[in-house]
């Protein structure tokens, strides 16, 4: 269903009037917690996937995230207009240091506006935002490029992103156990409790090596600026699955990884090419030709193979675009008005 559509229902409720006489605007206030009861990987997967679909298709508006760096840390502008969902913007940040403040690396808010009146319709919470849809792309790369043969999920790095990209990847990859480092013992005990918790049999392991081998899928999760994922110790086949190194000049995976890929998907060609170490490096060095990069909007339509062979490796490699925030944030408007979700505030 159309964002507008809803909205025509209750488009009476989006407005007050101002002591002025203005039309002053009513928005949706959207929590965090409320986005995890709302946005299942059941129905959030299959909209993200449409919304690469859109996307690959030159469908969507979507300008490079503007990036501004405060106080030595990320920021970003993300922006974008997306068919059949809405315009959404969100401001976010990446401070790696509040590990030690107890704070959430990432956080985040989104706007939800409507594309054809520009009434802004939704503030969402856009930490869990972004896991819940970052979570639900690696889940359709898991979908197309996940190796038939089953065994244990690696995943590197077990802070706050892990936590949602095991629950949406085990949603197409079935596993009963899970290999897990973090240079933190305390983020991975953490995180053990967490999945045992969820159900899993969960190996604490030394070292990224000794969880990497043997996984059929790997999902890297670190905030690391050097490879900690090194191709020689792949088993065949497996999936990988990268989110960190988001910078120009960080990268997650060593030149093995993508020696040994049969096939590399990202999420935007253009993004990472500005955006991440872990494509652009190897294509400078000549160990990546461009024409072997698809991107999961290509694999979703089906134009181009999410897997090769069934011994192969395949690696996704995302960097997250806006067109992921304005679909989940659209989606999580339109069912939080059915479900009687969320706040009405006056602006
Ligand atoms: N691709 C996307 O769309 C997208 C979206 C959101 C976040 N991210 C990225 O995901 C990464 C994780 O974000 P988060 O919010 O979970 O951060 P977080 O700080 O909560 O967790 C990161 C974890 O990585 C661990 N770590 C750092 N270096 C490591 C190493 N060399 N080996 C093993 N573990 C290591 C840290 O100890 C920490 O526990 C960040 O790089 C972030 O920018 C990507």
């Known amino acids: 269903m159309l964002v507008l559509e809803v909205e025509l229902k209750v488009d009476l409720y989006l407005f007050q009037r101002g002591l002025f006489g203005v039309s002053l605007p009513r928005v949706l206030a959207i929590s965090g917690k409320e986005l995890e009861e709302l946005l299942k990987p059941e129905i959030l997967v299959s909209e993200i996937e449409k919304a690469f679909v859109l996307y690959s298709s030159g469908s969507t508006v979507t300008p490079p995230r503007t990036v501004m760096w405060v106080e030595g840390n990320w920021w970003g502008i993300m922006q974008s207009y997306v068919p059949n969902y809405g315009v959404g913007v969100k401001v976010v940040n990446v401070i790696p240091s509040n590990v030690e403040r107890g704070l959430p690396t990432i956080q985040a808010i989104v706007t939800l506006f409507d594309p054809l009146t520009g009434t802004p319709l939704a503030v969402i919470e856009g930490g869990v935002l972004t896991a819940l849809r970052t979570a639900a792309a690696s889940a359709v790369s898991a979908k197309y490029m996940a190796p038939e043969t089953r065994g244990p999920i690696a995943i590197i790095g077990t802070g706050y992103q892990a936590r949602y990209q095991l629950v949406f990847v085990s949603h197409f990859y079935k596993a009963e156990e899970i290999k897990i480092y973090d240079i933190r013992e305390e983020a991975a005990e953490s995180y053990r409790k967490y999945a045992e918790n969820l159900g899993f049999k969960v190996t604490v392991c030394r ?38 190194a988001h910078v120009r000049d960080a990268r997650a995976l060593d030149d093995e990884v993508i020696k040994r890929a049969e096939v590399v998907v990202v999420d935007s060609r253009e993004a990472v090419m500005l955006e991440t170490g872990d494509i652009r490096i190897p294509i400078e060095i000549g160990i990546l030709s461009k024409e072997r990069v698809s ?53």
Request: proline share 3%; no cysteine; glycine share 12%.
């Open 207 to 244: 070292s990224a090596r000794e969880a990497i081998e043997g996984a059929g899928v790997v999902i890297e999760a670190s905030t690391t600026r050097t490879p900690v994922i090194e191709g020689k110790h792949l088993r065949s086949p497996a999936h990988v699955i990268s989110i960190g």
């Open 295 to 347: 991107e999961l909007g290509e694999v979703a339509s089906g134009k181009k193979p999410g897997r090769i062979t069934r011994e192969g490796i395949t690696v996704f490699k995302s960097v997250g675009l806006a067109i992921q925030d304005a679909a989940a944030a659209a989606v999580a408007y339109r069912l939080a008005l059915e479900k009687g979700f969320g706040r009405f505030i006056e602006l």
